[in-house]
Every structure is written in structure tokens, then in C-alpha cells.
């Protein structure tokens, strides 16, 4: 669990605007090279995409992992597993749901 102190420590490590989409333009290729490997597309949305992938990078400048941006890391590395993106129910989702819980990644048409 993350202690009140750590939580205070993380959320004041604010990177800058220029910072987080330095990371972002670093880890697109990755996010895209994911989506084709599993027969997905990334949401035609470029506003939501680019966001989606902002909050990856901002979440890689934090906790020094690309979890997801809709979830909460909880401090515990192990457990944390399922957060990284594309997170353990991206794929149950979007056959489910044609998405995924961010609506990154879409069911291909």
C-alpha cells in the first residue's frame, strides 16, 4: 500500500508539460507496434489518444512504469503488474466491449 507520505511525495513530483510529451512522442511507437501485434487499433480520436498516452508518459516520469492512466498504482510492484499498459483486462475488454477501460486501444472493424 502506498503510504500517505509516499501518495504526498509522488503527486508533488509534477513533471512539466514539456517533459511528459518528450516521453509521450518516445513510448507512441511502442503503443502503436502493441495495437498492430494484437490485431487492435488505436482510437480514431486523436485528442483521446494523444491524452491516453500523455498520462502513460506522465505516469512513466512518476512511478517509472507506463500503467495505465485510469488506474491507481498501489505501491506493491507485484500486484501493480496488472496497471501496466496494455493492463490485464485490455483484452477481455475490448472483445467485450469493442475498448478498453481508456478507450486506447479499439477492436479492429
Same mark, same amino acid.
Given at each position: 500500500? !502506498?503510504?500517505?507520505?509516499?501518495?504526498?511525495?509522488?503527486?508533488?513530483? !509534477?513533471?512539466?508539460?514539456?517533459? !511528459?510529451?518528450?516521453?509521450?512522442?518516445?513510448?507512441?511507437? &511502442?503503443?502503436?507496434?502493441?495495437?498492430?501485434?494484437?490485431?487492435?487499433? /488505436?482510437?480514431?480520436?486523436?485528442?483521446?489518444?494523444?491524452?491516453? !498516452?500523455?498520462?502513460?508518459?506522465?505516469?512513466?516520469?512518476?512511478?517509472?512504469?507506463?500503467?495505465?492512466?485510469?488506474?491507481?498504482?498501489?505501491?506493491?510492484?507485484?500486484?501493480?503488474?496488472?496497471?501496466?499498459?496494455?493492463?490485464?483486462? &485490455?483484452?477481455?475488454?475490448?472483445?467485450?466491449?469493442?475498448?478498453?477501460?481508456?478507450? /486506447?486501444?479499439?477492436?479492429?472493424?
Amino acid at each position: 500500500m !502506498i503510504t500517505f507520505e509516499r501518495e504526498y511525495l509522488l503527486m508533488n513530483l !509534477i513533471p512539466t508539460r514539456e517533459e !511528459i510529451r518528450e516521453v509521450a512522442e518516445q513510448i507512441r511507437p &511502442s503503443i502503436e507496434k502493441i495495437a498492430v501485434k494484437k490485431g487492435w487499433v /488505436l482510437n480514431e480520436n486523436k485528442d483521446v489518444t494523444d491524452s491516453t !498516452i500523455e498520462g502513460l508518459a506522465r505516469n512513466k516520469l512518476v512511478y517509472g512504469k507506463r500503467f495505465c492512466p485510469c488506474r491507481r498504482p498501489t505501491g506493491d510492484a507485484e500486484a501493480d503488474k496488472i496497471y501496466l499498459c496494455p493492463c490485464r483486462d &485490455s483484452a477481455a475488454d475490448i472483445e467485450a466491449f469493442g475498448h478498453c477501460h481508456c478507450h /486506447l486501444y479499439f477492436k479492429k472493424q
